[in-house]
Every structure is written in C-alpha cells, then in structure tokens.
C-alpha cells in the first residue's frame, strides 16, 4: 500500500509539474547547444555579431525553420545572477534590486514564444554604435518600478553614476528560465550585439516535426564554421522534462516495486 501511494504521490507531482505554464511556447523549438568558450570564437568578441547575424540566416535557410535566435544563457537553469539600479532610486533596497540577466539576439522572444507586453523588441539596430537597452521581465519591471511603467527609464549595474547606462525600451512576460520546479525569476534582457560575448545555445522554432531537422542544422553549422562545436541539440520541451527526471525514477521504481509485490503474492 505504501509502495503504490507513493508511486500514485510521484506521478501525481509529476504530472502537475510537466502541466505548470512556463511561460513561453515549448513546442516546434529546438536548442541547439554550442560550446564557444572552449574555442578561438572567444578571442574575438568583436566578430561575433556578423558570425551570429550569418548564422542564424543560415539556419532561417532551411525548410521549415520559423524563427532563429542566439542567447548567453541555457534553459532551464539560466543562473546568470545580477544587480540592477534604477537611475534617481537610491532608495530602493538592496534586495529589490537583484534577479537574472541574459544577452539575447534579435527574435528571441518570438522563437521562444516569449510575449512582448510593453513597448518594443530588440532590433539589428541595437549595436555598439547605438545607446544601449534593456527589456525587462514583468517581474524584475515591478520589483523595480512598482505600477509604475518602467519605458523610458534608465537603469544600470551600479550605484550611481552606474545607474544611467541601460534605456527600458520593453517588457515582456515572465517566463520560468529555471525550471518548472521554480517559480519565473525577475530577469533583465539585454542585446548581446551591444556587448558581444559567446553564445551557449541557439534556439530554432520550426513548423512541422522536429524529428529531420537535426541533421540538417549540424550540417548547416558545420559548413558555415567547421571548429564550432555543437554539443547537442534537443527539443526545448524535452529540455524541461530531463529537470523533472528525479519525480519521474521515483514514480517508475516504486510503479515496478508494487508489480513486482504484486506479482509475488500472486504465484504464493
């Protein structure tokens, strides 16, 4: 009886888990998982932007690819931590201040479904050449500006005079970067064509299965950069199920466990 309530316990949690709203659209996207700290493309920051920019119109080439975007962080479990000061609010406290970053390319909110609730997108303008920007999740928005609408506001990564650097240009909806386990952490977004750094992973939407695209994206890379590794590539939903991968073991040996109790008593 204990055996069968825990296995009943554990597939119910599992399921509520896999049902929770992670705030974007899971399906039809592949990540693409890059390792580009370990190589030359690291020691060459400023060549990034017009690597990322052929890149994705590369990928965008093929049949059934919808949308192409490149980003610092991996999902789930992003965990690039920052500050964020508000320019002309010294006195907001110090906890208030902290939640999440990622350097986003352009169309990444839309390959990840990502809704865009205020204000504007990033865009190909939105380079070293230009002010730099920022979008905020609504969480990160409210705990910086309350009801207040954050457009047109400056923020930075210190106290002042670090506080004037970054305009608010956008927000957009929460969105659980960390896992269906956590609850969607504040995070500000930032154009990584502003400050170029190596991606982690590359996120394409596609329309149709994900099943043939694989090869095709491996291809696709390996023609345009030969020494790029590309460590995996994995439906995005699939990468939310592997973090609920102790409550599924545990609802599967305790499900075998009773069948097999079960099985004993039968044949005594």
């Given at each position: 009886l204990l055996l069968l309530s825990g296995a009943v316990l554990f597939a119910q949690t599992l399921r509520n888990l896999s049902r929770v709203d992670a705030g974007m659209d899971r399906d039809h996207v592949l990540t693409v998982h890059v390792d580009m700290r370990n190589t030359g493309f690291a020691e060459h920051q400023n060549n990034l932007p017009s690597f990322y920019d052929t890149l994705i119109q590369q990928l965008q080439a093929l049949p059934m690819v919808r949308e192409v975007a490149v980003h610092m962080c991996t999902i789930p479990n992003c965990g690039w931590n920052t500050a964020v000061h508000v320019f002309g609010r010294p006195d907001i406290a110090e906890s208030q201040l902290h939640g999440e970053e990622d350097r986003v390319g352009v169309g990444y909110f839309r390959?990840?479904?990502?809704?865009?609730?205020?204000?504007?997108?990033?865009?190909?303008?939105?380079?070293?050449?230009?002010q730099q920007v920022a979008i905020l999740s609504l969480s990160y928005a409210r705990k910086l500006f309350g009801d207040e609408s954050p457009l047109g506001r400056w923020v930075g990564y210190s106290a002042p005079p670090g506080d004037h650097q970054f305009l608010v240009v956008g927000v957009v909806a929460d969105a659980r970067v960390d896992g269906l386990r956590s609850e969607a952490p504040p995070v500000a977004y930032f154009p990584i064509d502003q400050r170029p750094m190596p991606v982690s992973s590359v996120e394409v939407r596609v329309r149709g299965p994900l099943s043939s695209l694989p090869a095709e994206i491996r291809q696709s890379l390996y023609k345009l950069a030969p020494a790029l590794p590309v460590t995996e590539i994995v439906p995005l939903d699939l990468e939310f199920d592997d973090g609920l991968s102790t409550e599924a073991l545990l609802a599967r040996l305790t499900s075998i466990f009773e069948i097999g109790r079960a099985s004993c008593r039968e044949r005594v």
């Open positions: 390959a990840l479904g990502i809704p865009l609730l205020q204000g504007r997108d990033f865009s190909k303008e939105d380079n070293d050449r230009s």
